[in-house]
């Protein structure tokens, strides 16, 4: 796209006679009216509104009024090969046009659904050789437990039930997944499904373990909780664990050395089904179509995926399990019975038609690659955002990576969360050209997997503005001293 610099507002944009067709005022008033939006803060949504996102191209996103953004959230940790890729909308459309829909239930299968599965089990750790498809990450979490719990019915083991999750781990929005889910400010006037059936223990956080315990000793104390609470619980009453290699939404938290493997080994060890939430982390975030082999180093029993999965041109999730759950879920319950879990939508024809060419552009670009390339230059260049005052930690891996704000570094104080910080950092880089994502004191980077050097340059120079001018704010309004 043609773009160019207005002398009014340094703004990078579009020629605005590009987006006559766009009414924005009455769009905006459309949004307001009648979208609820998820994860919306409605004691400023009624007046503010939303930034309509009108194009996009490569790693940029374009207003309605030609403003030009860079993607600094990759959509939702979700569009990683980047917008305006032709031939996922071809391949989309061709599919469409050709078979756009046929149901998957009992025996009947679609050509992508079946080829998008095979790509998957040769792409996935060697177990995992079985696809059962959703429309979400939290779809493909719900259908993790639902199966795991048959799988241990059809074994003879009915009291195998109990899932542990860990605080601060994000898992979804459906009402199981979300229950999953340990992230406290999620569950503010929710109710959530409790225990006995899911039970929580310490999710890691290395900037706030215990101070004069090293990393080491900081996983022994974790893997010590878990082996507490299970013997205290009873093997023979825990079904599962679900842990995301990297936690997310709950704020970019790294696994210290050596714990996903201690886990992994505990599971094994107790006859615990281990489920890699692998929903941001697959599909080369952090270089690889899959981490938990081959970022970490464990193969866990189940896996679930989405959002990369077809890079956010359409919805689909992947449930992956291993062979040994396949050969026990397959058996006949009954003379007659059937499998009764799926979905109407389960691998649909244009979503499973997507996510292959997805994969062809990944594998093509060699995308992990180049992750793998460039991803530790943002992690450094971040990293030198800790000169500043509020900045107590930069945190991450590659193309996911974290920043969180803080009050007093020395004594890691939180600001009141009136003040909204993350927000505020958010908002300075928005009017700059930038976006990224506010979760309470943090803000949270996954930009689009193509973003090159410069790309990555520019990023943080403007992040470094943003935080710069959010301190100087602070101290106007009389929200903040710095301590130095």
């Keep these: 796209m043609p773009v160019a610099d207005d002398p009014a507002t340094g703004r990078t944009r579009l020629d605005p006679s590009r987006f006559d067709a766009y009414d924005t005022k009455d769009i905006w008033q459309k949004d307001v009216d009648h979208f609820v939006h998820p994860w919306t803060d409605f004691s400023q949504f009624k007046q503010e509104g939303s930034l309509i996102v009108a194009e996009a191209e490569g790693a940029y996103v374009y207003d309605s009024e030609g403003n030009r953004y860079l993607d600094g959230i990759g959509g939702l940790w979700c ?40 790509k998957l089990a040769q792409l996935a750790p060697s177990p995992l050789n079985h696809v059962l498809y959703g429309a979400s990450g939290s779809v493909a979490n719900d259908t993790a437990v ?10 003879g083991k009915p009291d195998k039930k109990i899932i542990i999750s860990r605080e601060n781990g994000y898992h979804g929005s459906t009402y199981l997944a979300m229950s999953l889910t340990g992230v406290a400010f999620d569950h503010i006037g929710f109710d959530i499904v409790g225990e006995p059936l899911i039970q929580r223990v310490s999710g890691p956080n290395l900037y706030r373990c215990p101070e004069g315990v090293s990393p080491e000793e900081y996983t022994e104390s974790l893997l010590d909780e878990f082996k507490t609470k299970v013997e205290s619980v009873g093997p023979e009453n825990i079904a599962a664990f679900f842990a995301e290699p990297i936690m997310g939404a709950g704020g970019v938290l790294m696994p210290p050395p050596g714990y996903l493997a201690g886990m992994r080994d505990l599971c094994t060890k107790y006859g615990i089904i281990y489920v890699s939430d692998e929903v941001v982390t697959a599909f080369g975030r952090l270089g690889h179509f899959f981490a938990s082999e081959d970022h970490f180093g464990i193969v866990p029993d189940i896996i679930t ?108 104080e939180l600001f009141d969360p009136e003040v909204q910080v993350g927000a505020r950092v958010a908002e300075a880089c928005e009017r700059r050209g930038l976006i990224v994502r506010p979760v309470g004191h943090l803000n949270i980077l996954s930009p689009p997997l193509v973003l090159s050097v410069g790309q990555i340059d520019w990023m943080v120079d403007v992040l470094r503005e943003g935080i710069i001018e959010v301190q100087d704010n602070l101290v106007a309004e009389g929200l903040w001293e710095p301590k130095s």
């Design 305 to 412: 995926t989405a959002k990369g999965l077809t890079s956010g041109y359409s919805p689909l999730s992947a449930t992956l399990i291993s062979d040994e759950i396949y050969d026990v879920i397959s058996t006949p319950q009954a003379p007659g019975a059937l499998f009764t879990h799926g979905f109407t939508y389960s691998g649909h024809p244009v979503s499973c038609a997507a996510a292959l060419k997805n994969i062809e552009i990944m594998e093509r670009e060699d995308l992990c690659g180049h992750v793998r390339q460039v991803g530790p230059h943002l992690e450094s260049r971040l990293a030198t955002l800790s000169d500043l005052d509020i900045v107590g930690d930069v945190r991450g891996s590659h193309f996911m990576m974290c920043v969180e704000n803080l009050a007093d570094k020395e004594t890691k």
């Design 79 to 118: 569009v990683n090969v980047g917008y305006g890729r032709e031939e996922i909308g071809r391949a989309m459309s061709d599919q469409a046009t050709t078979m756009p829909y046929f149901s998957s239930f009992g025996h009947h299968t679609s050509v992508p659904a079946a080829e998008l599965s095979a």
């Design 146 to 155: 639902r199966l795991i719990h048959f799988y241990f019915n059809q074994l």
